[in-house]
């Protein structure tokens, strides 16, 4: 009689293991679910945009950008200085596509009315080589201009299917007691953590393992934070000075498929 309880209760401990683990198979598979979802939606509509990073004379970036489902509208840009380096952004800069271009008009470009140019003042810049990129709402071209010592050239970035996830608070942590907790470089996906490289997310928002695009630098979400809840991702940096030093910001943030 005490075997066969023995043998019940092991039955019962069995069942009540199995029903745990169907749950949590069933929530990592509704989060993946979720964001396979949000991702399919974003690019569906997500805009064929068409435009071009024309030059870099003296500070001045010029080029055009027009959007063929709205042919006749003026649409905002965002034109970023990323130092190749450090992968750090060093200028983002805002204008409106609505400068009239007679060679625009000739190539059937809408109304003409599509050019723009933005202003970096390169002296207050490090001496370094820049990759300047152009972008509108979600959609970033694959043309970029890699910009050092005055001179600049055309580049076609290798790229990846991306689908915006939104935008993001970014905060900043390092491996000190104050930021980690005595975890140091531990994350909870089991990995180190590295500079560039290492993120912590809200896995309900984004899965532990997913490559993100930030910035125009590549991370993977291989931590998590009790802090770190919805729309927030914190970056791993080295040094506490590093943490300071990138405070609270907000980005774009990509998912590479």
């Known amino acids: 009689m005490l075997r066969l309880f023995r043998l019940c209760n092991i039955k019962g401990k069995d069942i009540e293991i199995m029903k745990i683990t169907k749950r949590l198979i069933s ?69 409106t596509a609505n400068e009239y271009r007679s060679d625009l008009k000739a190539q059937g470009v809408g109304t003409g009315e599509h050019g723009f140019h933005v202003v970096v003042d390169w002296a207050l810049l490090p001496d370094s080589a820049y990759t300047i990129r152009l972008s509108s709402g979600d959609s970033t071209l694959s043309r970029v201009l890699k910009y050092s010592a005055g001179s600049c050239y055309e580049e076609d970035e290798e790229t990846e299917d991306m689908v915006a996830l939104g935008n993001f608070r970014l905060t900043a942590y390092c491996p000190c007691y104050r930021c980690s907790e005595g975890w140091g470089r531990r994350t909870s996906s089991g990995a180190l953590a590295s500079a560039k490289h290492t993120v912590a997310v809200d896995p309900r928002v984004i899965p532990i393992g997913s490559r993100l695009m930030i910035n125009g630098v590549e991370y993977v979400a291989e931590d998590i934070g009790g802090a770190v809840k919805g729309n927030h991702i914190d970056v791993y940096y080295n040094t506490h000075a590093e943490t300071l030093q990138h405070g609270t910001t907000t980005a774009e943030v990509y998912l590479i498929m």
């Open 27 to 95: 929530g990592t598979a509704l989060v993946l679910l979720l964001v396979l979802l949000n991702a399919v939606c974003a690019y569906a509509n997500t805009s064929q945009i068409h435009g071009h990073l024309d030059s870099v004379e003296g500070n001045t970036i010029s080029g055009w950008l027009w959007d063929p489902s709205a042919p006749d509208k003026a649409q905002d840009v965002t034109v970023t200085v990323t130092e190749d380096a450090t992968g750090e952004v060093k200028a983002s800069l805002t204008a």
